[in-house]
T-cell receptor, first 111, second 115 residues
């Protein structure tokens, strides 16, 4: 699986959009971008994944650059409950084997 | 909603005790996983099961064993607990490889302390 780089921490005001960047410059053609998050003392939670098109679900939007070397997770209206560590990983689709998380981004949503 | 439950949120055991951690999922997932998570070391796979009675070692299986007698249940066993097994233990489940939705769903975790 390709390596990813994320900023260690970010702050966001409650109600504003949180934009979390991820660099994955060595991504392969058959690798997808996945995002998980982990709220303190809880298990990780799947958020969204994508290949090259932008994706949206009830939790977030995922914007992947045309060259696929970076992506941005967008939480459109951040709430205090979105405070968590967010992990960006790339892996081959259809590979249901182990997940490997990097250090992630600690997002703090401020009141 | 997918639900993965773990038998305990917090557990305190003594060195040398045999410890059982239970995980149950209700989505008929074939794959189940046991990870441990430690500060600075990230998520590390202990064991993986892709079917009933089937298992594969992960990156750090030493000191652990697993049991999968029923599809929905995956147990992690610490044969003789040691202080270096103090950690957060996370269970996860997913559909099999090459399925449409194979993201992993995690339980809430068990924080085990071995004294």
């Amino acid at each position: 699986d390709a390596k990813t780089t994320q900023p260690p921490s970010m702050d966001c005001a409650e109600g504003r959009a949180a934009n979390l960047p991820c660099n994955h410059s060595t991504i392969s053609g058959n690798e997808y971008v996945y995002w998980y998050r982990q709220i303190h003392s809880q298990g990780p939670q799947y958020i969204i994944h994508g290949l090259k098109n932008n994706e949206t679900n009830e939790m977030a939007s995922l914007i992947i650059t045309e060259d696929r070397k970076s992506s941005t997770l967008i939480l459109p209206h951040a709430t205090l409950r979105d405070t968590a560590v967010y992990y960006c990983i790339v892996r081959v689709y259809g590979s249901a084997r182990q997940l490997t998380f990097g250090s992630g981004t600690q997002l703090t949503v401020l009141p | 909603d997918v639900k993965v439950t773990q038998s305990s949120r917090y557990l305190v055991k003594r060195t040398g005790e045999k410890v059982f951690l239970e995980c149950v999922q209700d989505m008929d997932h074939e794959n189940m996983f046991w990870y441990r998570q430690d500060p600075g070391l990230g998520l590390r796979l202990i064991y993986f099961s892709y079917d009933v009675k089937m298992k594969e070692k992960g990156d750090i299986p030493e000191g652990y064993s697993v049991s999968r007698e029923k599809k929905e249940r995956f147990s992690l066993i610490l044969e003789s607990a040691s202080t270096n097994q103090t950690s957060m233990y996370l269970c996860a489940s997913s559909f099999p490889d090459l399925s449409s939705y194979n993201e992993q769903f995690f339980g809430p975790g068990t924080r085990l302390t071995v004294l």
